[in-house]
């Protein structure tokens, strides 16, 4: 086990410098000059010559790849062309928010999601099942954004349950602003996000119904709310795991469109920010940034596979 | 002696639009304590359903109970709320099933699934379960409980995993036992044994057992009282004795005839040209990983054989015996670690892919399970003149020779249009029979082909497979796990045991005299073997 979990962190590393190498690539090949943008629109020539010579430019590109790859790996990102901040700095100012926000998205969704498909399942063909399919779609469906601004009419202007948008600090704020400000974020990223995960279970669980040891449970007098806890849920997790790992990833973008909408100073918006001031080393760093998120939450995912299923062996 | 089970004029229904109204009907019986019910029949005779009424486990969307009584404990149990009737479930009725494999939750070790029934049913504490399934465990002679009670049951064999469902049954002392088919996808040696268990427990500790088989050898050894069941009705009904003995009803007799015998008939010598030849034939699994090497499994150790044209050479062994394994190696479905595989003195063994292709007609297979081994999208025509066509056969000559082949399997030519859904399971093998002559192979490998067909038509697609051999004039070589049915149709015969051949010889000097200890076990095994000493051939 420890043998596997080794192999398997190790296993990133060329992941990581792949991604590395790409988002490298990516950004040599967007049209722009970046020493143009530092030098403004006033400058000479010579001063775009200037500045590209401090930037290292004018060097071979396998040499600025590794000189780059050898800043990341001692924390170096780059600094922000515009704030000329640190990218570290400016991402981890931005990180709390979006990664709270994740959290509650993820928790809340599993929490609705994961019964909401196994009583669909249980009870399938049921008025229960047709209307959770049905919310399934419509939340496929429906944009983020659309959603969002919804739920904002509802219950912040119409019934002024809410507040509209902003975020409050629940480490500086305290916790009872700080979900009154994320509850309607959160509701809005989950839909997409539950959709999902619910239709996957309730997959996932029809099919381990089937399954003799079902019926072996229910032969041994075993209660049917036990038996799809016990015996359902444990051997349907694997696919229900993996989706919620997809699901991270479309986390991801939904986060930069949430985040816009409810005015929350995260990830998503630094992301925005920058993209429409072609600030490139954040692109860049926040690129890299999200990738090793992401190869980390599969690592997890991949190790949690063992834990559930003991057939499963590496 | 009381009755512990009364099942009266019991029918239940089918859903509408099927060949019949009901799955069972008007089904009497009694099971007395201390006493083995056998219950007879053929798949679709309605011995599954009879058993899953008494335990409430039908699948209510299919089938329901619309007449009659069952009758234990003082309660009908088809009247009984559902509280009582889980209560009643593993505390007075329990039940075994067919495998072992899927009827145990993977995920869950082995003796947590025990020591469920006791966290349903009673108030002890874990110390006191715990106590209770290791206990369980030495009931059913299993070696070493407590590092069994943690393992999962895919690290058990099959015969284990069948007495950890035993001691899973019987871990209440319930009062009656319902078997449905519980030794049946277990090896003949394990199969004895489970049997024995089963019938040691029950008088030890005075129990009725409802017995659920089709197969009349497994009544021989273990029935106290036999019922034989045939579309959804009772045919015939009686002691064990006089029920083997002297049977009644036509379809009882039919049944009991359907056993292949133990003693193989007599059977020419093929002199002919040898069809093919492996020599020293070795495979070898095992993985490599980034940290030194994984386990290696020899599946097949230096095995040779010759196989003439007309004569059936059978390989027969128990589970992971390696039989399979040299059967596809000398297909090529998988590549030997080495030896050679020789045609017309040349060594398929070592030819490439592309090389390997202009043999592939030459040997053919049949597989186990003529409901996996079909496309269910693809006409049975489309399926059997697909493999003469990538061969450059014109599709006019493909389904002419498709029209024949279906007469001479016994088919109606007319049935090519139709899917393989609309045929039995007889029908389907006789089908994938068809499927392999249309390549004209010289070679006929089949591969457990008739182990999952009921008894009846087991003995017609044997007669089927010795006539296509004789007609063209086929070298067969014939896999199987069951030794009756290699009995019948083998010229001669190879026993293998992990992955080794243990002995070799015509068929019937090895039945008649077998010289190594492993045959001895194997021959002695067979089921009802004592009981049918009468049949001969």
Redesign the interface.
Known sequence: ML?YIA?RILSTVPVMGIVALFVFILLRLAPGDPAAVIAGDYATAEDVERIRQQLGLTDPLLIQFFRWLGDILQGDLGTSIFSNKPVTVLIAQRLEPTLLLALTTIIFSILVAVPLGTIAAYRSGSAIDRLAMLFSVGGFSIPVFVLGYILIYVFSMQLKLLPVQGYKSPFTEGIGPFLSHIALPTLTLSVIFIALISRMTRASVTEVLE???I?????????ELRILL??AL??AAVPIVTVIGIGIALLIGGVVVTESVFNIPGLGRLVLDAVLARDYPIIQGLILFFSFVYIFVNLIIDLCYTL????IKY | MTTILDIQDLSVSLPPGGDREFAIEEVSLTVDSCEIVCVVGESGSGKSVTAFSVMGLLDRRALNPVAGTIRLADKDLLTIDDRTLRQLRGERVSMIFQEPMTALNPVMRVGDQIAETLEIHTGLSSTQRHARVLQALADVQLPDPKSLAISYPHQLSGGQRQRIMIAMALILEPKLLIADEPTTALDVTTQAKILALIKQLQSSRGMGVLFITHDFGVVAEIADRVIVMQNGRIVEQGQVDHLLNAPKHPYTRLLIDAVPSMTPPERRHSNDKEALAANRIHKIYGKSGWFGRGRVVHAAQDISLTLRRGETLGIVGESGSGKSTVARCIMRLIDPTSGEILIDSIDIAALRQSELRRFRHQIQIIFQDPYRSLNPRRTVGDSIVEGPMNFGVAAVEAWERARELMETVGLSAESLSRFPHQFSGGQRQRICIARALAMKPRILIADEAVSALDVSVQAQVLDLLDDVRQEFQLAMLFITHDLRVAAQICDRIMVMQDGQLVERGSTATVYANPQQQYTRELLAAAPGRRKFPQKVG
Do not use: C, F, I
């Not at chain 1, 019926?215 to 209660?223: E, L, M, N």
């Not at chain 1, 559930?308 to 057939?311: A, E």
């Open positions: 043998n192999v399954e003799d040891y019926r072996t449970a229910r032969a041994k007098g075993q209660s016990r015996h444990r051997n559930l299923d003991p057939r």
